[in-house]
């Protein structure tokens, strides 16, 4: 059975929008990039490496497929313009990058690939997507990048739904730029 891993980046208080700055319209966006350091930055290759599909929501596949395919090289573009891309949409009727195949459905087609044979799933960002796996309880490994900020508002990972999920800690890592790393699992 495959792995689904979830990678976000995230401030102290909860926020995952905009991490880039484009991606939506939010005032800080970018926020991301001012703790860039080689540190991280081999932390996210090696986790690239470390698996064989990636898992995306429409609008991070959107914004990904508006951006990687006309990028190479390196230790991002060539694996993932290379490696299997799942968009998990209702309204998406045709994706055209390369490797690139629409699911409709989170609890039945999603837990269908995690039981094909394959390596680990990586998901990037798609905080609805995120949701809605956290709830069927379809995440493996949850990956937080936190960021020793607060944008005071935005698009959260966590809503206040009043769903109990409990994780255990695999690893945890501080950086020298004051990013820690923090990897857990869930606990039934």
């Known amino acids: 059975m495959r792995k689904i891993i979830v990678t976000e980046f995230i401030t102290l208080d909860g926020v995952i929008e905009a991490p880039g700055g484009k991606e939506t319209d939010h005032p800080h966006g970018g926020w ?8 991280t930055g081999k932390y996210k290759a ?3 490496a470390g698996v064989d599909a990636l898992l995306l929501g429409r609008t991070t596949y959107e914004n990904f497929a508006g951006f990687w ?3 190479s090289g390196g230790d991002f573009a060539d694996p993932i313009n290379r490696m299997p891309k799942y968009v998990v949409s209702r309204s998406l009727q ?4 390369n490797n690139s195949h629409i699911l409709r459905d989170v609890a039945g087609e999603v837990a ?10 990586l998901v990037y960002g798609s905080a609805t997507l995120v949701k809605a796996l956290l709830h069927h309880d379809l995440i493996d490994e949850l990956r937080l990048m936190v960021f020793p ?3 005071g508002g935005g698009l959260r990972l966590f ?4 769903e109990l999920k409990k994780f255990g800690l695999k690893h945890s890592q501080a950086t020298d730029n004051g990013v820690l790393i ?3 699992y869930p606990i039934s």
């Open 32 to 39: 991301q990039f001012k703790y860039g350091s080689p540190e």
């Open 46 to 48: 090696d986790e690239l």
């Open 149 to 151: 900020l607060s944008i």
């Open 69 to 71: 395919p006309g990028q």
């Open 94 to 97: 045709k994706v055209e990058w």
């Open 159 to 162: 809503d206040d739904n009043r």
């Open 112 to 121: 269908a690939l995690k039981a094909t044979d394959g390596g680990d799933i």
């Open 182 to 184: 923090i990897e857990c």
